[in-house]
């Protein structure tokens, strides 16, 4: 019988550095059961994003999860990429042994499919990537939305600045039809299974800093002390004695030199570990209705999420926007969990 406090898991992921981070805090965290990986393009291109999640996988010593190729290319617009946000493989500095680790036979529509028609009403769906693979899944199945329990969304602005355009967020920008199919999918369910959105709003309070980095490393037991610093050379290295914080520190600090030449400050929004713990503890966010569309056709506006708090396109809500919450008690809960991670393992 399945354990009633674990959270079966399907992760949708275009790892990504922060990507990376919030696949490390599901697997430090007993209560989430991840089911599936699956790959999408999205910060890099999908076979990059594979092996990032297997090599993620070995470095964590998980057990036999399976992870699978999702789309190579968005529904209609080309594909972008940006390594120039988490570096040419997609974990900054980070350089991971590649994985002996096989993929998994079925692509990752299908395993949205097929997990969630074994399990339904179970499985709670994370995407942290362009929603191309859910989707496509949703075309195949149009009755997933009712199969999964739940499903959390990294994505979208509202009453915030963008980071690709003026107005649009990454994940949504890469691929706005995939979102808008996704959004309609979930139309007029219950409140308690509509979608949680997690967007820039929330997701750029969540600031990680040099400060957090080193409390991870000694919460691991790594030595010496783990300092990143804005005056380093862009060739300084982790020395840790833990490998899993020798890696994420190299991760983090190309994000966190990204953030810092984008005049954002030396530090690194960490989305996607946000979204991670919204799908264990939905608790953690202050949340408010919406109808939530995506322009697909504005010149200026492509890819920027509207809601319509008042109900004025008279369309039944199919989701919920987080729009607070509390940072230092997130980062507070991450290095627990992950560098007790580390220090079980290395």
């Known amino acids: 019988m399945d354990d009633p406090a674990s959270v079966p898991l399907i992760v949708d992921v275009d790892t990504g550095i922060d990507d990376s981070l919030a696949l490390l805090y599901l697997l430090a965290s007993p209560e989430a059961e991840i089911v599936s990986i699956a790959a999408t393009a999205g910060n890099v291109p999908v076979n990059q994003v594979a092996a990032n999640n297997l090599a993620w996988l070995d470095l964590c010593r998980a057990g036999d999860i399976e992870v699978t190729l999702g789309a190579q290319t968005p529904l209609v617009a080309p594909l972008m990429t940006t390594e120039d946000t988490h570096g040419p493989q997609g974990i ?18 299908t395993a949205w499919v097929e997990l969630a028609r074994e399990r339904p009403g179970e499985i709670t769906g994370l995407v942290t990537g362009p ?24 994505g979208g602005a509202f009453q915030h600045p963008g980071n690709t355009t003026p107005t649009s967020e990454w994940n949504i920008a890469v691929d706005p039809e995939a979102a808008a199919e996704v959004f309609a999918a979930f139309s007029g369910l219950p409140h308690g299974r509509l979608p949680i959105i997690c967007p820039l709003d929330v997701t750029e309070t969540i600031e990680m800093t040099p400060a957090h980095v080193a409390q991870l490393a000694a919460r691991a037991g790594s030595t010496p002390a783990e ?120």
């Not at 680790?101 to 079925?106: F, G, T």
């Open 92 to 109: 900054g500095y980070a350089e991971l042994p590649r994985s002996a680790r096989a993929m998994s036979e079925r692509d990752a529509a």
């Open 131 to 154: 929603l191309t693979n859910l989707a496509t899944a949703i075309r195949i199945e149009p009755a997933l939305p009712q199969l999964l329990k739940r499903l959390v969304v990294m």
């Open 227 to 346: 300092i990143v610093s804005a005056t380093d050379s862009s060739t300084t290295r982790s020395t840790a004695s833990n490998p899993l914080v020798r890696h994420f520190s190299d991760a983090v600090r190309f994000y966190m030199e990204f953030h810092r030449d984008h005049d954002q400050g030396f530090l690194a929004h960490m989305h996607d570990p946000f979204a991670a713990a919204v799908a264990l503890n939905p608790g953690i966010a202050t949340v408010r209705p919406a109808t939530v569309d995506v322009e697909l056709n504005g010149t200026l506006t492509r890819g920027t999420t509207v809601a319509d708090w008042r109900g004025m396109w008279g369309r039944p809500r199919n989701a919920v926007v987080a729009t607070a919450t509390d940072p230092a008690a997130f980062f507070d809960d991450l290095i627990e969990r992950v560098g007790a991670l580390a220090s079980r393992l290395y």
